[in-house]
């Protein structure tokens, strides 16, 4: 007790401390301090940098990436660096490249740097030294910030100012701080024993050192199996051991499971080779040494009223009562592969950095703009921001935070400098081919799908629309503050999303008739697909927060999945585009196709409501002029009719001027008859 007293009186002394030397000192100011030159870092220094903002990043190593030069351990990357699509398109290629931040410098895409598809981590770090360097980003290497607390003002941007410190006690202020030091504190389990466990920051790389060794791992990540993977050919036998199952990145989905290049030990397990996985609850372990340096696994239970240090004599393990106890045999050397935690110790109280809960107790809280539940002004990026779509989406990768890192960009732009969020405005009769093309080329939507998501906001009377790329759609009911946007007509939200009952790690994600190819079961489709909501108005708060379980967003007037593909292509006429425009179409009340200049003529005398793009073409001159062979098309599709069989009388020809004024004196109406129904899709498109 005395000892803990003794140990917070001498925590409030050095905090004292500090705040005295920050009063008495100058602080250096920018309206934007980074912490980390990581990916997520350099990305966000690049887009303050373009739009001309006052910034500093801060890095504790002599160059970026420090994370990258040291993990992963056996320096293969698990990020894909495909070379080859097929397309030409930069922003399709993106989709699978993993690896690349986004720039306008096209010497800075990573396929440039490594044909390897999983490529090594020194390649990462050189390409991220190149990003700072060649767009001349400020970055201030060697200063590691050791706390960082509040400044009350009411001038601030905030409502207060950010005050950090580094190593050599400079201190700096700030009026936005955007976090972006990534995870790097290793997680540990403290158990009777475990000063004998060697971490994975620290093991042996060297497989020769494990020649003839018994191992147990601690873990059942990518570390852990990857940690597995180096050694396996050389040991008696490995053992992994942890609380849950293994999780599967092709069955969940989800890029930070256990993907296929690190699985070699669920062979040799399953196929009875002496290694073997075991799930059981880490905490209630415990390591004995015996005198041979061999480690024995026992229970904790095993060791209430015992005294380890009296040797394995007077010890009872789990063996002695159960002879088939599944971890009889000691082991040489037992390694921890936890994964890493978010560093919470530079953080004043005041700044509110708490940690999650569950399962996202390694990262900070947050709301899903990224903004720090506890402290207005501080923003999360990277890694670190992974609790917004931990085990859903690629948030926690550079594939998916250089995405959520633009989007907290556009989402200060507007707040601190009235800069709204980028948009397009378009006539109507483009809104089914907008969206075609951006379910097919965007990159966002894609890796970072059920948590960014495309906005179209529409204008009065349906004649126009306003398209917003990649917005957070946690934050979809704060869309008008957020952006600078307004939603008073209505609006459509373009997402992509996996079967509802399709990820998981219990899912057969390779059954019989797994995948679904009919326009009219798309809404079963169990791949990724994308999905348009319809509302009327902007959801408000209470309807985000009473959204169905599982459901990205709350029940709209109207939804539409355009049915799952093969090849990820959305452009089938029939399958992806017509169903598409028909449900838009009932939607907005409107015709979306497109007419030449003949059939607005008609309309115009058949029809009370002219289609948008008659309004916005024919009847503005702009209407298409159709050739002979569009004419034949069109009469044999029945949407014209066939004037060169029209019965006129007289030896002059029909297209004469003086034949037509002719007739129309003697009251010889041309015979109209309706517009034909459409017998099939081809027709209609």
């Not at 010497?107 to 700072?132: G, I, K, Q, W």
Request: net charge neutral; with cysteine; glycine share 6%.
């Amino acid at each position: 007790m005395a000892l803990a007293f003794c140990g917070t009186l001498l925590r409030l002394a050095l905090y004292a401390s500090s705040l005295c030397a920050m009063s008495g000192a100058a602080f250096l100011y920018h309206d934007y301090c980074v912490i980390g030159a990581g990916p997520a870092g350099l990305q966000a220094a690049y887009f303050l940098q373009r739009a001309g903002r006052d910034y500093i990043v801060f890095e504790r190593s002599h160059a970026p990436g420090s994370f990258f030069a040291l993990y992963p351990r056996h320096r293969k990357l698990i990020s894909i660096n495909k070379q080859y699509t097929g397309k030409s398109n930069s922003e399709f290629n993106l989709r699978h490249d993993w690896n690349s931040l986004l720039s306008h410098d096209r010497r800075l895409l990573f396929r440039r740097y490594s044909r390897d598809f999983f490529p090594n981590a020194d390649t990462m770090v050189r390409y991220l030294e190149d990003f700072a360097s060649l767009l001349n980003l400020r970055v201030q290497y060697n200063t590691a910030i050791i706390h960082v607390t509040l400044e009350k003002n009411e001038q601030a941007w905030n409502g207060h100012y950010f005050l950090l410190t580094d190593q050599d006690r400079k201190n700096y202020k700030c009026s936005s701080l955007l976090v972006a030091a990534g995870t790097w504190v290793p997680n540990v389990v403290n158990f009777p024993g475990s000063e004998y466990v060697e971490g994975y920051e620290t093991v042996s790389i060297n497989p020769e050192d494990f020649t003839g060794q018994t191992v147990l791992i601690l873990g059942r990540g990518n570390s852990a199996f990857e940690t597995a993977e180096n050694i396996l050919g050389v040991t008696n036998f490995i053992h992994m051991v942890s609380r849950s199952r293994v999780r599967l990145s092709w069955a969940t989905h989800y890029v930070g499971d256990l993907r296929a290049i690190n699985n070699g030990l669920l062979d040799t397990y399953q196929l009875k080779s002496l290694d073997g996985l075991l799930e059981g609850d880490l905490e209630d372990l415990a390591i004995v040494k015996d005198k041979k340096g061999k480690l024995h696994i026992t229970l904790q239970f095993y060791l209430e009223n015992r005294n380890i240090s009296a040797g394995m004599d007077s010890i009872t393990l789990p063996q002695d009562e159960l002879d088939n106890f599944a971890t009889r045999t000691p082991y040489d050397r037992v390694i921890r592969c936890l994964g890493w935690k978010f560093d919470f110790s530079i953080y004043n109280r005041s700044l509110r950095m708490m940690p999650g809960k569950g399962n996202i107790k390694k990262y900070p809280q947050i709301k899903p703009s990224y903004e720090s539940r506890g402290t207005r002004g501080l923003f999360v990026l990277g890694t670190a921001s992974h609790s917004v779509d931990f085990r859903k989406s690629a948030g926690g990768f550079i594939h998916g935070f250089r995405y959520t890192t633009r989007a907290v960009h556009r989402l200060l732009e507007n707040r601190h400098h009235g800069v709204p969020w980028p948009s397009t405005v378009y006539p109507i009769t483009q809104l089914t081919n907008s969206i075609i093309k951006r379910v097919n080329e965007a990159s966002g939507l894609y890796q970072m799908f059920s948590v960014l998501a495309d906005i179209i906001l529409l204008r009065e009377n349906a004649t126009a629309f306003e398209y917003l790329e990649e917005y957070p759609i946690g934050v979809l009911a704060e869309l008008e503050m957020q952006t600078g946007r307004k939603a008073r007509n209505g609006l459509f939200v373009i997402i992509m999303e996996y079967g509802r009952n399709f990820s998981g790690a219990d899912k057969d994600v390779f059954y019989y008739n797994r995948a679904v190819g009919e326009a009219q079961h798309a809404w079963q489709s169990n791949f990724l697909h994308p999905v348009i909501y319809y509302y009327k108005h902007l959801p408000t708060e209470r309807e985000m927060k009473l959204r169905p379980p599982d459901w990205p967003l709350p029940r709209p007037n109207a939804i539409h999945h355009i049915v799952e593909d093969f090849l990820t292509d959305w452009t089938a006429p029939n399958a992806h585009i017509l169903p598409l425009r028909r449900f838009l179409e009932n939607c907005l009340g409107t015709d979306l196709r497109n007419f030449f200049a003949e059939s607005c003529f008609l309309f115009a005398f058949t029809h009370q409501k002219l289609p948008p793009s008659c309004q916005q073409g024919y009847f503005r001159m702009q209407g298409l002029l159709g050739s002979q062979e569009l004419r034949q098309h069109a009469v044999q599709a029945g949407l014209l009719q066939d004037y060169t069989h029209t019965d006129f009388s007289g030896d002059r020809p029909p297209d004469s001027h003086y034949g037509s004024q002719e007739h129309l004196m003697r009251d010889h109406g041309i015979p109209l008859r309706p517009l034909q129904h459409l017998v099939n899709a081809k027709d209609e498109l």
